[in-house]
């Protein structure tokens, strides 16, 4: 239809804007991949957690899937990493338009797009993994008896995903069983097993095994070291307590280098971290009964809500993370466009996200509504529409 091609297309030009943004002045995050690749590549692979640009995070296997991008100039490199992720990104906008329609597709990006744009001019991972996430669900509920297909759909994801740790928890999926059809996830279960395997102890290879120990423990100290921060973009419910009930001054870039006090009451740090714990032990039960259920019912919608519900856990939640969230808002979107009710609230969340920056309310507001989490609650509210609604006839599990 016309009308299908016109909103794919704008979907098309957004994307393309935030690559043309990236390729004009970003690429920080990618640059950090890349050094990372260069030191496997010059047999220093024990030094990527630190000799690096800024702190690589991500488990010693990810560097050596980087580094073919490291054997060719960064002026070629950077941009054909953008073009991996344009092929996947066109693959998952392809899935989610057959599964849903193009007119709910355009609608959940243009949701989030403010965290896509970002996530494109920094040259991060995070959209290639929601990409394979999709994909993988995808191949897993879909009865189409190709087994090649699921095993390197998970075998893809379960690298990517055990790599950045947030949504590894959607590995659990293929292994609970439904009451028709168990062999059709065997092949699923064999690619996650060699993904992991392969993603775990590639390193081998240059590093051998006392570097491969090595490795690692310089990871544990790389996640450990970077400790809770508390500046104002971090969108977690942990950095929200602080910023509300602390007591104390923080940190907003859009405001420059002075401390800014944004609390509403004062209570002890002590309940403010027990709060935090309770908060990420229960939303990762929650988590891990949500896959046992996604698995046994065959459901993709919650698959997506799980795959936006995975960074919930985390002390550590910087605004592009919320591309995480872009399949589930792409549900919502069509529960509202076909039950013809509910898209003013949908427009209203739109807006708060995208137009809350200081470039449009003043660095003030804009540092206001950052500070207290306001992606971290609006995306809440779109998980919650996302349980609660019954199953559009349209959605029907292939």
Same mark, same amino acid.
């Given at each position: 239809?016309?009308?299908?091609?016109? #909103?794919?297309?704008?979907?098309?030009?957004?994307?393309?804007?935030?690559?043309?943004?990236?390729?004009?002045?970003? /690429?920080?995050?990618?640059?950090?991949?890349?050094?990372?690749?260069?030191?496997?590549?010059?047999?220093?692979?024990?030094?990527?957690?630190?000799?690096?640009?800024?702190?690589?995070?991500?488990?010693? $296997?990810?560097?050596?899937?980087?580094?073919?991008?490291?054997?060719?100039?960064?002026?070629?490199?950077?941009p054909?990493?953008?073009?991996?992720?344009a092929?996947?990104?066109?693959?998952?906008?392809?899935?989610?338009?057959?599964?849903?329609?193009? *007119?709910?597709?355009?609608? /959940?990006?243009?949701?989030?797009?403010?965290?896509?744009?970002?996530?494109?001019?920094?040259?991060?991972?995070?959209?290639?993994?929601?990409t394979?996430?999709?994909?993988?669900?995808?191949?897993?509920?879909v009865?189409?008896?190709?087994?090649?297909?699921?095993?390197?759909?998970?075998?893809?994801?379960? =690298?990517?995903?055990?790599? @950045?740790?947030?949504?590894?928890?959607?590995?659990?999926?293929?292994?609970?069983?439904?009451?028709?059809?168990?062999?059709?996830?065997?092949?699923?279960?064999l690619g =996650?097993?060699? %993904?992991?395997?392969?993603?775990?102890?590639?390193?081998?290879?240059?590093? $051998?095994?006392? /570097?491969?120990?090595?490795? #690692?423990? /310089?990871?544990q100290?790389? *996640?450990?070291? @970077?400790?809770?921060?508390?500046?104002t973009?971090?969108?977690?419910?942990?950095?929200?307590?602080?910023?509300?009930?602390?007591?104390?001054?923080?940190?907003?870039?859009?405001?420059g280098p002075?401390?800014?006090?944004?609390?509403?009451?004062?209570v002890?740090?002590?309940?403010?971290?027990?709060?935090?714990?309770?908060?990420?032990?229960?939303? %990762?039960?929650?988590?891990?009964? $949500?896959?046992?259920?996604?698995?046994?019912?065959?459901?993709f919608?919650?698959?997506?809500?799980?795959?936006?519900?995975?960074?919930?856990?985390?002390? *550590?939640?910087?605004?592009?993370?919320?591309?995480f969230?872009?399949?589930?808002?792409?549900y919502?979107?069509?529960?509202?466009?076909?039950?013809k009710?509910?898209m003013p609230?949908?427009?209203?969340?739109?807006?708060?996200?995208?137009?809350?920056?200081?470039?449009?309310?003043?660095?003030?507001?804009?540092?206001?509504?950052?500070?207290?989490a306001?992606?971290?609650?609006?995306?809440?509210?779109?998980?919650?529409?996302?349980?609660?609604? @019954?199953?559009?006839?349209?959605?029907?599990?292939?």
């Amino acid at each position: 239809m016309k009308k299908n091609r016109i #909103y794919l297309g704008i979907v098309a030009f957004i994307f393309a804007f935030g690559v043309y943004q990236a390729l004009r002045r970003g /690429g920080e995050d990618f640059l950090v991949f890349y050094h990372a690749g260069r030191l496997t590549l010059d047999g220093l692979g024990q030094e990527i957690y630190t000799n690096s640009p800024d702190r690589f995070l991500y488990a010693p $296997g990810f560097a050596w899937f980087i580094a073919p991008f490291a054997l060719i100039p960064w002026a070629i490199s950077f941009p054909l990493w953008c073009l991996m992720k344009a092929l996947s990104f066109g693959v998952m906008v392809k899935v989610l338009t057959r599964r849903f329609s193009a *007119l709910s597709v355009l609608l /959940g990006i243009l949701f989030f797009a403010r965290p896509l744009l970002n996530e494109l001019r920094y040259g991060q991972v995070n959209l290639l993994i929601v990409t394979l996430s999709v994909w993988a669900l995808d191949s897993l509920f879909v009865n189409d008896k190709k087994a090649p297909k699921k095993f390197w759909a998970w075998f893809t994801f379960s =690298i990517a995903a055990v790599a @950045k740790l947030f949504p590894a928890v959607l590995i659990w999926i293929p292994f609970f069983p439904y009451r028709h059809g168990r062999a059709d996830r065997l092949s699923a279960r064999l690619g =996650i097993f060699c %993904g992991i395997f392969t993603l775990v102890f590639i390193p081998i290879l240059t590093q $051998g095994l006392d /570097g491969l120990v090595l490795m #690692y423990q /310089g990871w544990q100290q790389a *996640l450990l070291s @970077k400790g809770f921060p508390v500046e104002t973009h971090n969108q977690s419910f942990l950095a929200f307590l602080f910023h509300s009930f602390s007591g104390e001054t923080f940190y907003s870039l859009m405001r420059g280098p002075v401390l800014h006090d944004y609390t509403w009451i004062s209570v002890p740090k002590s309940l403010l971290y027990s709060l935090g714990m309770v908060w990420s032990v229960s939303t %990762g039960l929650l988590l891990l009964v $949500g896959t046992y259920f996604c698995g046994i019912k065959k459901d993709f919608r919650l698959g997506l809500i799980l795959l936006a519900a995975s960074v919930l856990p985390s002390h *550590l939640v910087w605004k592009p993370y919320f591309v995480f969230a872009i399949p589930l808002a792409i549900y919502v979107a069509f529960i509202c466009e076909t039950r013809k009710k509910g898209m003013p609230y949908f427009i209203l969340g739109a807006l708060l996200i995208n137009l809350s920056s200081f470039d449009f309310i003043g660095r003030e507001w804009a540092s206001i509504l950052e500070a207290h989490a306001h992606y971290l609650w609006i995306t809440l509210v779109l998980l919650v529409v996302g349980l609660k609604a @019954k199953r559009p006839t349209a959605l029907i599990a292939y």
